[in-house]
């Protein structure tokens, strides 16, 4: 049986993202289901039958163990770097530009955490002063500009 995908035959609009989404779900789907032949003992029954299979599961297989492995390395590597730096004091990860320095208080002008209050008639006087300004720094851009 010529069993394959004839969607993409006859799509016009055919994305490179589509057609590898649909290849990772069909590889999950086979993954799953020669993952529960082999559990039952019977993976041989499809392998030896069909030698496409046999190809694809055996470097499915090794794929799986090598992306596995990297997957680990990847998360001991993590675990090592957190460990390290967990045994760092502030200072040492400083010298060592693995922190950015504390932002230092500047003793004119202390750092306040109440953010400022506005009473909203004064923010609105605040705005129409800002709009007027800027009229009158458009007026002089325009006589500038026209060599008045």
């Excluded at 680990?72 to 040492?92: M, N, P, S, W």
């Amino acid at each position: 049986m010529p069993c394959r995908d004839y969607e993409s035959d006859y799509s016009s609009n055919w994305r490179q993202e589509e057609y590898k989404r649909q290849c990772d779900k069909l590889a999950r789907i086979a993954c799953a289901a020669m993952e529960e032949l082999a559990r039952q003992g019977r993976e041989d029954f499809l392998v030896l039958k069909n030698p496409e299979v046999a190809e694809w599961w055996a470097e499915h297989v090794k794929a799986d163990k090598a992306e596995k492995a990297r997957i680990a390395e990847e998360e001991r590597r993590a675990r090592v770097k957190a460990e390290a730096l967990a045994r760092l004091t502030d200072e040492e990860k400083e010298l060592l530009g693995l922190k950015k320095p504390a932002a230092k208080k500047h003793k004119k002008f202390p750092v306040s955490k109440e953010l400022p209050t506005y009473e909203v008639d004064t923010w609105v006087k605040e705005q129409e002063e800002i709009e007027y300004m800027l009229e009158d720094l458009k007026e002089s851009y325009l006589q500038i500009t026209r060599g008045k």
